[in-house]
């Protein structure tokens, strides 16, 4: 202890101090310098417009002129910044996007009307996006290739357009189509494989954009490889419940994403020796010989989705002596490997994600600490980032100790194109984002004013102030318990989110039952430790895939980021990553609030089957409601669900509505719901079901063992007024 002591003593001394100051002074000039360009760059694309335009004839009928942007708290810099900065998505390579043509006509895949069809928001080029990609396409550098990818703008910008007036919702809930956009892609994608015509001219385009490809036997083998990528991810990914527009059960495809790339060889032998053929419990579909002729040249370890897809089309195959599967067969190996994707729920909205102590619809992911990268890292495991996972014979590396891989024969090593500096830059970037003001109550900036002067002159879009304060008693009565009213532009807020169980809230179950209930094979992560709040557990061979994302995103966030850096900025950027989440996230770990059933040792995720609530402002802009976009508007919402034994004549949730028109409807508060050929939107099935939440009617549960009066019709007006104004 002596010895150390004087060690320290000598380290601190006055002359090592200053040699140890000027080498700090050294290392943080470069340093600094480069976040200075960096803020300066991000200053740079400041188009009045926020690179939207105007859409004439558009989908179900809709034009609009170019939208205008309500007060958020961003600048247009701040807004074309966050549509145009990649976050590591990588969907195919990018001059296939701009080459390919739509299946039916000789149309570009990414015309605006087509992007328009399936609701993503089209955009003329800026200094950020000089291809005119739409709002959250992004072009993605990776190993030195280039693809096209999403970033959250893609599914977190909004849109509410009223008689040819748009209002663009940043951080908003998207209307998107996105089984649609990928189901007209794979479609597209096919043809220009078949069709000799549209092949031709697609290579060609290709190779005229001189970019990654110079010569057609490439160009055709990739797209042969992409197609059959795209194809897989949407047959693994197939549902018999329709999501149609402005929902995606994006944690079940996360989920299956992240299976196809853990599981091992010898655990897809297990399922493929372990089928027998339907109807005959005593036959097994395939012989050992034809599972290792399918498996031949598969890799050990990590197989990933080109494997897969290789895997798949070899069962299909009846050449060279592989077994020729029928898809039923098929279908039956997809259900044992992934879980279907069956409980689609609505975008959420970004404003306060930030400031809330626990976020997604079922409060699964704690904001504190390396949190929200972990969250964000999940969510570009789900839209297409590569993941180039490898395995490598046993040694030392931080995400091996975190992922308890350290004793395996094999480890895996997490390399992926996930850009998680500039997943921690979003997430920083969305600190200032507010919640949108209804048009006529704010005036406070430019485009504002704009949108007040459009909305002022219209007397459905007028706040009634005597409605409002009716209304307001209103809700501090039967909403604020769990809808807590906040300052949206408090800087120290802290929005806190509070849980009710399945049983309390009595909305659809299926979001919640799928993240507790779903399974898969583990992979390299079978018998290792995993900490929850209970304690650790051990990851089986079948697992929660809860357990298996929580061990994938760990590792992908303590490995180095960006392997296409040099390695010494790679190492800077992953220290500052994670000090910046430690140290830069005000949100601390807490205990969740509300109504709930907490984690036991016996069910560990048990707190998950339960639904959040969240504070409202802004919640105008967000429609349909409920978490899986069940209900069309907040009038509706605050209807009853007709039971078996109601009246016929009774004023009931509709049961059945379009969905897909962004013509916004100010008086219900919602989108319009018929008179076009939307989707058909029907609460007939698990995962679409409208109940619950039925608070202010006469099936509303007791709220603190107190059973409300139901709303009378005038009273339902007022509340709708006031919650405009949040």
């Known amino acids: 202890m002596g010895a150390f002591n004087a060690g320290l003593c000598n380290l601190l001394s006055r002359h090592n101090l200053w040699r140890l100051t000027k080498l700090l002074i050294i290392l943080a000039i470069p340093f600094g ?3 200075l360009i960096g803020k300066l760059y991000q200053s740079w694309d400041d188009d009045p417009e926020r690179g939207a335009i105007a859409i004439e004839n558009g989908a179900f009928g809709e034009s609009y002129s170019t939208p205008i942007y309500l007060d958020q708290g961003w600048t247009a810099n701040d807004s074309l910044w966050y549509y145009n900065t990649t976050q590591g998505s990588a969907l195919m390579p990018y001059d296939f996007f701009i080459a390919l043509e739509q299946a039916d006509s000789k149309e570009p895949f990414r015309a605006n009307s087509l992007i328009d069809k399936y609701r993503y928001l089209p955009q003329k080029p800026t200094f950020f996006n000089p291809d005119g990609l739409p709002v959250g396409f992004v072009k993605e550098t990776y190993k030195g290739n280039d693809y096209i990818g999403f970033t959250c703008a893609a599914c977190h910008t909004g849109q509410v357009n009223y008689k040819g007036t748009a209002l663009r919702i940043d951080g908003g809930s998207s209307m998107a189509d996105m089984v649609g956009f990928l189901t007209e892609l794979q479609k597209s994608m096919d043809i220009a494989l078949a069709d000799s015509e549209k092949n031709q001219r697609f ?7 001189n970019n990654t490809y110079n010569n057609a036997e490439t160009v055709q083998a990739d797209l042969r490889r992409w197609a059959r990528k795209i194809r897989l991810y949407n047959n693994i990914n197939d549902s018999k419940v329709a999501y149609g527009y402005a929902r995606l059960d994006a944690f079940g495809r996360i989920y299956n994403r992240v299976l196809e790339h853990v599981i091992s060889r010898n655990q897809v032998r297990d399922v493929l020796l372990g089928m027998t053929k339907a109807g005959d419990a005593e036959a097994d579909l395939l012989t050992p010989t034809q599972v290792d002729k399918v498996l031949e040249g598969i890799s050990e370890t990590i197989i ?15 050449k060279d002596g592989y077994p020729g599967l029928a898809m039923s067969d098929m279908n039956r190996i997809k259900a044992e490997i992934f879980n279907e994707p069956n409980a689609p729920v609505s975008y959420p909205f970004l404003w306060d994600i930030v400031q809330s102590d626990y976020v997604q619809w079922n409060g699964l992911a704690a904001n504190a600490g390396v949190g929200p990268l972990g969250r964000n890292t999940g969510e570009v495991i789900g839209v ?4 180039d996972w490898t395995a490598h014979k046993r040694g030392w590396s931080l995400s091996s100790f975190i992922t308890g891989q350290k004793s395996k024969s094999y480890q895996i090593d997490f390399t992926s194109s996930i850009d998680l500096v500039n997943l921690s830059r979003l997430e920083t970037h969305l600190a200032s984002l507010t919640s949108p003001v209804w048009p006529t109550l704010a005036t406070d900036n430019a485009q504002q004013k704009i949108a007040n002067e459009i909305f002022g002159k219209l007397p459905e879009w007028q706040i009634d102030a005597k409605k409002v304060r009716r209304g307001r008693q209103l809700y501090a009565e039967y909403c604020e318990s769990c809808h807590e009213v906040i300052d949206r532009t408090d800087h120290d807020r802290i929005v806190v989110a509070d849980m009710s169980s399945l049983d309390v809230v009595g909305t659809d179950r299926a979001m919640a039952e799928n993240s507790v209930n779903y399974k898969g094979y583990s992979g390299n992560f079978k018998n290792t430790y995993q900490s929850e709040s209970v304690g650790s557990l051990v990851i089986k061979n079948q697992a929660p895939v809860v357990q298996i994302l929580t061990a994938t ?3 992908e966030v303590t490995t180095a980021p960006d392997p296409d850096k040099w390695w010494p900025r790679r190492a800077l950027d992953w220290l500052y990553m994670l000090a910046k989440s430690f140290f830069d996230n005000e949100i601390k770990a807490s205990v969740k609030s509300g109504n ?3 984690d036991t040792t016996a069910s560990p995720y048990q707190s998950l089957l339960s639904y959040k609530a969240r504070s409202l402002n802004g919640i105008w802009a967000t429609a349909p409601y409920l978490h ?12 009853p669900v007709k039971g078996a034994n109601d009246p016929a004549d009774g004023h009931y949730r509709p049961n059945e509505f379009k969905v897909g028109s962004r013509e916004f409807d100010p008086v219900k508060v919602g989108l319009r719901t018929e008179g076009y050929e939307g989707f058909t939107f029907k609460a007939d099935k698990r995962g679409d079901y409208n109940s619950g939440h039925e608070y202010g009617t006469a099936n509303a549960p007791a709220v603190n063992g107190v059973k409300m009066e139901p709303l009378t019709e005038e009273e339902r007006w007022d509340l709708v007024e006031y919650i405009k104004t949040l």
Request: aromatic share 8%; net charge negative; glycine share 8%.
């Open 33 to 35: 310098i480069t976040l």
């Open 203 to 209: 290579v060609a385009k290709v190779l005229e954009l």
């Open 304 to 318: 990933g989705d080109l494997q897969f897809a290789q895997i798949i089309d070899r069962l299909m195959s009846t």
């Open 384 to 387: 297409f980032g590569i993941l």
């Open 553 to 555: 995103t760990m590792g």
């Open 596 to 598: 709930y059933q907490p």
């Open 628 to 639: 899986n976009g069940s209900v069309p508007s907040i009038y509706d919402l605050l209807l």
